[in-house]
């Protein structure tokens, strides 16, 4: 109901504004008649129940595909050759302006390490992974899962990774950063959709700022063991007036801090057993000694091994922060 109301609303918009064209443009091409009766035609499937109810199968079309494009008739397993083509001509692209907003894949700065491994279920992904150099206002990192799948929670990544990039230029702490985030994405996004995410500030001196909106407790080495950061809050974008505290720790040479998705904790292998958060926190404390790209191998190697010839089912992101206690360290791979 709340997509279909969405959906009216922006169909009627688009009618009025092909009203509007046709009246002030001579000629009346006849693209733009075919297009208006498209329109009218879907509003009319809104009005009689049948929107998004593919006309070959009678089955659900894919939402993402309706908020995307709300004049799809036919679901993926009936759309024509050329429909096909042009689809997966899209992904592709989708999929190149998806890795392009992606940091490098690792990082040294002022005594920090960062590298991350970002893996989509499909072509394009819901998660949403960056990382931002602010000079003396310290290394910025976030790592999120947006809801849904495919290509519309995709556009919502991007429609994060504007936003945070944004705001972090403003030179607002990180409490502020993360409450008006989420105004924002509360703002402009349909109330069913929401993101989780971590995010944080790692500054020259070794001190850390998280802040956990709804995302998997991040895991940190510390006194030979593996212990989880607490301080969750809600999701963005549920309510435009959420509040997030801050969690402050300071890292010594050696800690690293893990953060990760759903996709990770949640994977599955061919009995249906989930990966778990306990069997990542394992393989940090047993690896936890070794250089962090070496650490997010055998994170990566042994969540492969678990779900060995099985279907991925989401998305999977592994972060790894860690603290080398090298505050000359400048250099971006």
Aim: hydrophobic share 40%; charged share 25%.
């Amino acid at each position: 109901m709340v997509i279909n109301d969405f959906v009216r609303q922006q169909l009627e918009t688009r009618r009025e504004r092909l009203r509007d064209t046709l009246t002030e443009r001579s000629g009346h091409p006849a693209h733009l008649h075919a297009l208006l009766h498209e329109v009218d035609s879907a509003l009319d499937r809104v009005a009689n129940g049948s929107y998004g109810i593919c006309e070959a199968c009678h089955d659900e079309i894919e939402t993402d595909r309706l908020i995307c494009d709300p004049l799809v008739r036919f679901c993926l397993d009936h759309l024509s050759r050329q429909e096909r083509d042009a689809l997966e001509r899209d992904l592709e692209l989708a999929a190149n302006v998806q890795k392009g907003l992606l940091p490098p894949c690792t990082l040294e700065r002022d005594g920090w390490h960062i590298c991350y491994h970002y893996e989509p279920a499909g072509v394009v992904s819901g998660d949403y992974c960056d990382v931002i150099d602010a000079g003396r206002r310290g290394l910025y990192f976030m790592v999120g899962d947006v809801s849904g799948k495919g290509v519309a929670a995709s556009m919502l990544m991007a429609h994060l990774h504007a936003t945070f990039r944004a705001l972090i230029q403003a030179g607002i702490d990180l409490k502020c950063l993360l409450e008006h985030a989420s105004r924002v994405f509360a703002e402009s996004t349909l109330p069913n959709q929401y993101a989780t995410i971590v995010c944080g500030r790692a500054l020259p001196d070794g001190s850390l700022e998280i802040s956990n909106a709804g995302h998997p407790a991040p895991l940190l080495t510390r006194d030979g063991s593996v212990v989880a950061v607490d301080g969750a809050n809600l999701p963005m974008g549920m309510f435009l007036n959420e509040e997030y505290s801050v969690t402050k720790l300071s890292l010594a040479r050696g800690e690293v801090l893990v953060v990760y998705s759903d996709g990770v904790s949640e994977a599955t292998d061919s009995l249906n057993t989930e990966y778990g958060a306990e069997r990542l926190r394992n393989i940090i404390g047993e690896h936890r000694s070794k250089k962090p790209v070496d650490l997010l191998a055998a994170l990566c190697d042994d969540l492969a091994a678990f779900r060995f010839n099985c279907r991925k089912a989401d998305d999977a992101t592994l972060f790894v922060l860690a603290r080398t206690g090298d505050a000359n360290a400048s250099v971006l791979n």
